[in-house]
């Protein structure tokens, strides 16, 4: 299928629109999955680990931070630990939710997408026109 160099900047637009459109959705879709998978403890504890600006740095990737001491301390108790454990197994918890983040973004990132490829060439058929 011929495509424009310029449709791939389209897509990538499209997408990045309509994911913040959708993000209501999204963090519904996000908030039942780990509603069926953490305990109402396990849900609390990462609450409150997940607000510790040294954890938040851990996930970024940051080797040196370190979780507060009252964070690590949440974290050695059985709902911290269970919610550790869940955390790292998270792509078996998130897999299923992906299908349905992307019922949710692909009909709106298209429409996006081809308003952006129509609109572009209108244009180009209007300058040709003109020549």
């Known amino acids: 299928m011929k495509t424009r160099p310029e449709w791939k900047a ?9 994911f913040r459109h959708d993000m209501p959705a999204i963090e519904r879709i996000f908030g039942r999955t780990l509603a069926k998978t953490l305990t109402i403890e396990e849900l ?16 970024r990737g940051q080797a040196n931070a370190r979780p507060s001491r009252e964070t690590q301390k949440l974290l050695q108790t059985a709902a911290g630990q269970s919610f550790l454990t869940k955390l790292r197994a998270s792509n078996t918890m998130l897999d299923p939710m992906l299908d349905e983040v992307m019922i949710e973004l692909a009909p709106g990132a298209l429409r996006r997408f081809a308003d952006k490829v129509d609109a572009d060439e209108a244009e180009r058929r209007a300058a040709q026109a003109v020549k």
């Open 44 to 59: 609390r504890v990462g609450n409150s680990a997940l607000r510790d600006p040294a954890l938040q740095a851990a996930l």
């Open 10 to 18: 389209y897509l990538s637009d499209a997408l990045k629109e309509e």
